[in-house]
């Protein structure tokens, strides 16, 4: 197990030694001071500007008002479910691609790769919304958030799938060959279970990313909740109680998400170490 976890943390990064530590926690210590400050600061003009008069926020206890900014968190998790149930899988075919031996695949992948990950999703969303009308392509709003989000993150998890697929050890190669594995079999039953391990934490990372990503919506009016936050602004002009509930909402989820891929992480290994 603990060749395991060291083998996952070398996919992501380069341990750091004792000065790389020190100089980590000098960083955060000092990053938590300036937070705290900024955060008074905050506070502190909300006050003198009476943000924080309580008639401003007691109105998001109204049910009308927590229904409205349901239905926007109803769609924000419909679109990122959509969007990583087709990026992830579709991640992993580019990743596969890209390490072929046959060039015909391993050539369009990389270019497909390269291109989404190097183009802001903004655009391939204005894409959608403005370019593809013009040649009388016009897909449902929801579709024109969804499919944008799929193509960049399918571009990013393919490089995270790539990753793990070479940093498993080269041993479980051989040792599929030895028992008479083919190169498939012994893909996908030795090699893509062990990566996936791997990149567990990567991948929650790229689904939490997609989340975010969800918050372009407003540019095609989908109602999801960053949208429904902007509308309710419109509605009760309380432009920052409106969206430091949604920034709220926003971390919660966040939080949630986090803990929920990590318990699952924790039992892969502890199946995995069983085994």
Not at 113 to 127: K, N, Q, S, T
Not at 138 to 151: A, D, E, G, Q
Not at 177 to 198: E, M, S
Request: charged fraction near 15%; avoid cysteine.
């Amino acid at each position: 197990m603990t060749t395991t976890s060291n083998s996952a943390t070398q996919v992501l990064f380069d341990a750091p030694g004792p000065k790389g530590r020190r100089r980590i926690l000098l960083l955060s210590l000092l990053s938590t001071v300036v937070i705290l400050g900024l955060i008074a600061g905050g506070l502190w003009q909300f006050a003198e500007n009476d943000q924080l008069d309580p008639n401003k926020w007691v109105v998001y206890l109204r049910v009308d008002y927590l229904a409205f900014l349901g239905r926007g968190l109803l769609g924000t998790l419909q679109v990122t479910a959509v969007a990583a149930v087709v990026a992830f899988p579709f991640g992993l075919l580019l990743a596969l691609a890209r390490l072929s031996r046959f060039r015909l695949l391993r050539a369009p992948a990389a270019t497909w790769i390269e291109f989404f990950r190097g183009i802001p999703m903004l655009l391939v969303v204005y894409a959608f919304l403005l370019a593809l009308p013009a040649f009388g392509v016009t897909l449902p709003r929801f579709w024109m958030l969804v499919i944008p989000m799929i193509l960049v993150s399918a571009a990013t998890t393919a490089e995270v799938f790539r990753a793990g697929i070479k940093a498993v050890d080269r041993g479980q190669h051989e040792a599929a060959a030895a028992i008479g594995l083919g190169r498939r079999d012994a893909l996908v039953h030795v090699i893509l279970p062990q990566a996936v391990r791997l990149v567990l934490p990567s991948l929650i990372l790229a689904l939490v990313t997609l989340l975010k990503d969800s918050t372009l919506g407003y540019v095609v009016s989908v109602n999801e909740l960053q949208f429904q936050g902007k509308t309710m602004v419109s509605i009760t002009r309380y432009l920052v109680q409106t969206y430091v509930v949604v920034s709220v909402i926003y971390i919660v989820l966040n939080f949630l998400l986090t803990r929920i891929a990590l318990a699952l992480d924790a039992r892969m290994k502890a199946r995995a170490t069983a085994g």
